[in-house]
């Protein structure tokens, strides 16, 4: 039997000289799921834009059904019957879910949208495929895995055969990555075939046929699910043995650091983000926020670095309150921020590395003195960081605009880690991060947690969460709903069903482990 | 980037753009001249014709440098304050009435009046900074409006307690030998104003480059999020860096009226040129270094188009055109502050902002 999609020797150098597919080989059988690992920059988006004509490749070709196309564009790749998800969602957000999916392909009644006609056929779409979602709802009241729905849906609407997901599971809660799970099953049962972009390699294990590795441009290896092991896909994609695991803090008695009291914090839209929330961190202790995208702990990071407003309570760090100071009082009390976003927050892509390293340093004699710059000093401090956190970079001179995710995200730790804080905010410290780099962030923030830090930790991942924690906290909606005095019989399951809202925990329960 | 492959590439950029303009410039005088060999001729190489000419040249350098000099220091703040013009209408009727002094007779007149003229121009740009600090005004529009009163208020005071009742109104007396900056070289307009560009632009770099608030004026302008997030009071920044550029541009207004080309005051006599500083800081990536070559280059672009205009059939109005492609060929890549933000909100094309994995 012919593949259903082959690419052979598929080699794409983009222009400024990154070779980022080397001579590719990707064959994916009918109605199966597909799934493509690999560190960032190995080469795994490149691949799927030229699947979905986003990119053309300077060499190879792509049959299928055994047939040679040629995709110059993605409308040619929808025509094709090839649809993508990407990770950011193109939708229109104040169109209804049907509105979205038949935007550009509309029913018409003479020159009007028929939008009964657009309802039922989204509706018995959605019906058909198991993905369940309000098709006359505005997107932008949906939460983000119903939006995703959304997206597949549109992708199915233009009858896609082969739906290519980028990262799907990456903004979803455990609930909803098994609801995703099942879509994704009920799709290949009734013959669509899924290419399956992940790198959460026990999930990547759970709902793929066949597993194809890549790294560094190269395809590495092609694995059955019979034969797929953690380890060893991470020994595939990262070239050698990854221990992905931290020591837990040493039991003994912590002192507090930091005491949150009825904190309640606005979002954007002047509605509560977090309301009354009262919780007390301790020296030598990583306290991890589980919650859905958009539950509050946004808020709640940004208000405690000093970029939002509180709105009532406080916040006291080493006996000091910092509840309305500047964001520089407050690193001067102690305070350091590993933001969610290292290049809207955490960096200035224009400015050179040293000029990133020392931004939170400018009223440190060791580099300023009479408002004048030492740029030896300056240099050395950024040169000792870069070889302390091993960042891959030509020299501190370098533009931090130019380096890859994972050395942008050595450089803002380290920088955050350079003051020996009393309190770190921590979120999201490996997201869009390869293996290697994970791991060393990873041990990075145990190591600040063993000298004393008080850390909050909030990730997407909650294998990360479940792996640095002490302490867990869970979300919902702004308010705390649980909290675990200790982490090690947590399960992502338990956790999902706080955070999804389904379950809360008595008072007398959490009060124990908020203080 | 290296700084040696930066600075070639946009060496190499610049004078691609320069070529491409004379190019166009040269089709118009084609069409335009009659006698179109000698028109190019004097376009290309009227400034260095006369040694006036040559002084006129770098005369109005020193002054595009130190617009452009002005505009830079806001663009490095990401701020888009547009008040020059105002400023240097400030700083030379502050100048102006100084020289007409009892002052104008010694020459404490000089470093009197630039000063005097430097605190004009860093209240005018104060303002605009204050009101976006404190009121969120959006510092173009509010630094646009207080060139029409600056203008307008220089004119008032020129009428009413300046001008000689000779001109009609519309210019002073000549100002006092001692209040005029000595010319280096004799009978052209090369003056101290040459050096007192200069000496601004080895300041704005040092300010920029060597000092705690320099660093913190670019990191703002590279990211403002970044700057709020690493403690960085931006609103000082933001107010301090509009407050130095008016100083700049109220300098300049100083070299205008006190300068060996006036040595009076004249109404308009900035003559629109301190919105050329905007294309100036463009060019030079708003870097300081690269402000005085810049300037030399469009101030001799300019010059032979003034002389075409008035020597030859073709208007000088082709500097326009000339100035147009410059800017549309060195400046297509030049971001607005707006054009990230406006990319989110539009959210971008799917594919253009789909992360690599």
């Known amino acids: 039997m012919t593949p259903f999609l082959e690419a052979i020797g598929i080699d794409k150098t983009y222009p400024g000289g990154v070779h980022a597919n080397k001579s590719v080989d990707l064959t994916v059988s009918h109605s199966e799921v597909h799934a493509i690992v690999g560190e960032n920059g190995a080469g795994k988006s490149t691949l799927m834009k030229i699947l979905f004509g986003v990119e053309q490749p300077n060499a190879g070709e792509i049959r299928l059904d055994g047939t040679p196309i040629h995709l110059p564009s993605p ?180 002192k507090h650091l930091c005491r949150i009291s009825g904190l309640t914090i606005k979002n954007d839209r002047g509605l509560d983000a977090i309301s009354g929330m009262d919780i007390v961190l301790r020296a030598g202790e990583i306290v991890g926020i589980a919650a859905v995208e958009g539950n509050g702990q946004s808020e709640l990071f940004d208000a405690i670095g000093g970029l939002r407003p509180v709105e009532t309570g406080s916040v006291e760090l ?38 990133n390293f020392v931004a939170t340093e400018l009223e440190d004699e060791r580099f300023v003195r009479h408002g004048l710059l030492d740029l030896g000093a300056i240099r050395a401090h950024a040169v000792e960081l870069i070889d302390h956190f091993s960042v891959r970079v030509n020299g501190p001179d370098a533009a931090i605009g130019t380096l890859s995710g994972g050395n942008m995200q050595k450089v803002v730790v380290a920088r955050e880690l350079s003051s020996n804080p009393k309190l770190l905010l921590v979120s999201h410290p490996t997201r869009g991060v390869d293996l290697g780099a994970t791991e060393f962030i990873w041990q990075r923030l145990a190591v600040a947690r063993d000298a004393g830090s008080a850390i909050l930790l909030t990730s997407a991942d909650l294998s990360e969460l479940l792996s640095l924690s002490d302490r867990m906290i869970v979300l919902y909606r702004g308010r705390i709903v649980a909290a675990f005095a200790d982490t090690t019989e947590l399960t992502p399951e338990t956790l999902g069903s706080y955070m999804l809202g389904f379950a809360e925990q008595p008072e007398n329960e959490r009060r124990a482990a908020l203080s | 980037m290296t700084n040696g492959k930066l600075i070639f590439d946009e060496t190499r950029r610049i004078l691609f753009a320069a070529a491409v303009a004379l190019l166009m410039a040269l089709v118009i005088i084609f069409i335009a001249s009659k006698t179109p060999f000698e028109t190019f001729n004097t376009f290309i190489a009227g400034p260095l014709s006369s040694k006036r000419t040559i002084g006129n040249w770098i005369d109005d350098s020193a002054k595009l440098a130190l617009a452009g000099l002005a505009f830079s220091l806001v663009f490095q703040a990401r701020q888009f304050a547009l008040g020059v013009q105002g400023q240097v209408y400030a700083g030379g009727t502050i100048a102006a009435a100084i020289a007409l002094s009892p002052l104008g007779m010694s020459w404490v007149s000089i470093p009197l009046g630039a000063l005097a003229a430097m605190l004009a121009g860093a209240f005018l740009g104060f303002i605009p900074g204050y009101a976006k600090a404190k009121l969120n005004a959006n510092e173009i529009v509010s630094s646009l409006m207080l060139n029409y009163i600056a203008y307008d208020v220089a004119n008032l005071i020129l009428r009413l307690y300046l001008a000689s009742p000779k001109s009609g109104l519309t210019a002073s007396e000549g100002f006092p030998r001692s209040a005029v900056y000595p010319a280096f070289v004799q009978h052209t307009r090369i003056d101290l104003g040459v050096i007192l560009a ?25 990211n403002a999020r970044f700057a709020a997030y690493s403690g960085i009071r931006s609103n000082f920044i933001m107010v301090s860096a509009m407050t130095a550029s008016g100083a700049i541009g109220g300098l300049l207004g100083a070299l205008y009226v006190q300068g060996q080309g006036f040595g009076k005051i004249v109404v308009g006599f900035e003559g629109g040129l301190s919105f050329e500083g905007i294309l100036i800081a463009i060019v030079a990536r708003n870097r300081p270094l690269a402000i005085p070559f810049v300037a030399l280059g469009y101030g001799y672009l300019r010059q032979g188009a003034a002389l075409m205009g008035y020597r030859t059939d073709v208007p000088a109005e082709v500097i326009g055109i000339v100035q147009g492609i410059v800017i549309l060929l060195v400046a297509s890549s030049f971001t607005l502050p707006g054009r990230a933000f406006l990319n989110r909100i539009m959210g971008g094309s799917a594919a253009a902002r789909a992360p690599s994995t």
Request: charged share 25%; hydrophobic share 45%; net charge positive.
């Open chain 1, 75 to 254: 409308r040619a790749a929808i025509a094709a019957g090839i649809g993508m998800v990407f990770q950011h969602f193109s939708l229109v957000p104040s169109f209804t879910v049907a509105e979205n999916v038949v935007l550009g392909v509309e029913p018409r009644s003479g020159l009007r949208l028929d939008r009964k006609r657009a309802a039922e056929t989204v509706q018995a779409l959605a019906d058909r495929f198991r993905l369940p979602v309000d098709v006359e709802a505005p997107v932008e009241r949906l939460p983000v895995g119903q939006q995703q729905r959304v997206e597949i849906l549109k992708a199915l609407y233009r009858d896609a055969k082969l739906l290519i997901l980028d990262e799907p599971t990456a903004v979803l809660a455990p609930q909803e990555v098994v609801e995703l799970f099942a879509a994704i099953r009920s799709l290949t049962e009734q013959g669509r075939t899924i290419l399956f972009i992940a790198h959460k390699l026990p999930e990547v294990i759970e709902i793929s046929d066949t597993i194809s590795v890549m790294r560094a441009g190269h395809m590495v290896g092609r694995v059955p699910k019979a034969e797929a092991t953690e380890a060893g896909l991470a020994r595939m994609m990262v070239g050698r043995d990854v221990a992905l695991k931290v020591t837990r803090a040493k039991p003994g008695e912590r």
């Open chain 1, 318 to 355: 080493g006996g000091i309150d910092i509840t309305a100071v500047p964001v520089d009082q407050r690193r001067d009390a102690g305070m350091a921020h590993i933001p969610e976003d290292r290049i809207a927050t955490g960096s200035a892509g224009g400015a050179t590395v040293a000029e």
């Open chain 2, 198 to 222: 200069l000496g601004s632009v080895a300041i704005v770099w040092f300010l920029l480059y060597r000092t705690a608030w320099g660093l913190r004026l670019r990191l703002t302008g590279h």
